[in-house]
């Protein structure tokens, strides 16, 4: 995407571009089922920047997403006075929190339930607007943006747009907080609104994230709950030549339909550990997960394969650079 600004020549141009790459493979073995596979989760490769202190730019691929090519993120970004932003093209909807669903910050293997079945997507193509504040010393951020309700490389004329709405609470550095709410009007079955809170505390070493999202159906009377809790803690290790920090972490998520009156119909329970390649925590790592599934009731989202509710150990490789 290029913009041309028109009477703004005294804007100072300062150019510049930075290059970003996530390689994500992993070993999976259904404990349930016996069967397994070895698969190529993540590839991307992204490009971003500034054309001068008022735009800036994202182009991201999926060169292998389980063996299907993606491109991702296509957008510009116009920051017309202090800490406004309007961004358009094809981009994130402000309803998942980055370190649920991005592979290079993710603490697991696998997403947690409501970051992998509550939305039909992660992007879509429209316009987002965000503005950064801070309330007695707290740093606020404040997203809405509209989306043709399409989701990725589908830019077809449409009559009824998604919108998404997001506030931030707080900084990665310690204690952060979001509300968000996303409608999708969809198609055909579906038309849901989906609403979230989560909690997060955070330092360079450990983190502490907990989430509850809710989806609603307006084509039919159900709404689908989940929430989940999770926590790690990197230790340095000294005199290693390959690795440089352990990490165990531990999660659990429960995943339900018409949560007030049945509870959850799965509950999932995940310990992973995890060694780092670098010094920077939570970044280059080898690991090893073990989910362990609990059902009081199959649903839908899950029972695509008995695969997909077995109890499983995950060996990935993720490379960041």
Do not use: C
């Not at 920090?245 to 509950?267: C, L, Q």
């Amino acid at each position: 995407m290029f913009f041309t600004i028109i009477g703004l020549s005294q804007i100072k141009t300062t150019p510049s571009m930075k290059f970003d790459a996530t390689l994500k493979t992993k070993y999976e073995l259904a404990t349930e089922t016996g069967m397994s596979r070895f698969s190529v989760r993540n590839s991307r490769v992204g490009l971003f920047g500034d054309l001068n202190e008022y735009v800036s730019y994202k182009f991201q691929i999926e060169l292998s997403n389980e063996g299907k090519f993606d491109v991702l993120d296509l957008y510009g970004t116009i920051k017309p006075v202090q800490n406004l932003e309007l961004s358009l093209g094809q981009l994130s909807i402000p309803i998942f929190n980055s370190y649920m669903i991005t592979p290079s910050q993710m603490m697991f293997a696998n997403r947690a339930f409501h970051a992998k079945y509550f939305a039909p997507g992660t992007r879509d193509i429209g316009a987002l607007v965000a503005y950064n504040t801070k309330l007695i010393g707290i740093p606020v951020k404040f997203e809405t943006g509209v989306f043709n309700a399409n989701l990725i490389n589908k830019p077809e004329w449409t009559k009824q747009v998604s919108y998404s709405a997001r506030v931030s609470l707080g900084s990665m550095d310690g204690f952060r907080s979001t509300a968000k709410v996303y409608r999708y009007p969809g198609h055909d079955t579906t038309d849901i609104l989906i609403w979230g809170l989560d909690f997060r505390y955070g330092k360079e070493r450990y983190k502490v994230e907990a989430e509850i999202m809710n989806r609603h159906n307006y084509r039919t009377p159900d709404d689908l709950f989940s929430a989940s809790l999770q926590a790690a803690r990197s230790y340095p290790i000294k005199k290693s030549k390959i690795f440089k920090d352990i990490t165990p972490a531990i999660r659990w998520d429960g995943i339900g339909h018409n949560f007030a009156d049945r509870g959850f119909d799965i509950n999932r329970l995940t310990t992973g550990l995890a060694f780092g390649f670098t010094t920077k925590p939570f970044s280059s790592l080898l690991r090893l997960d073990y989910e362990h599934y609990f059902i009081r009731d199959h649903i839908k989202e899950l029972s695509k394969s008995a695969e997909m509710e077995s109890s499983k150990i995950t060996l990935e490789l993720l490379l960041v650079f």
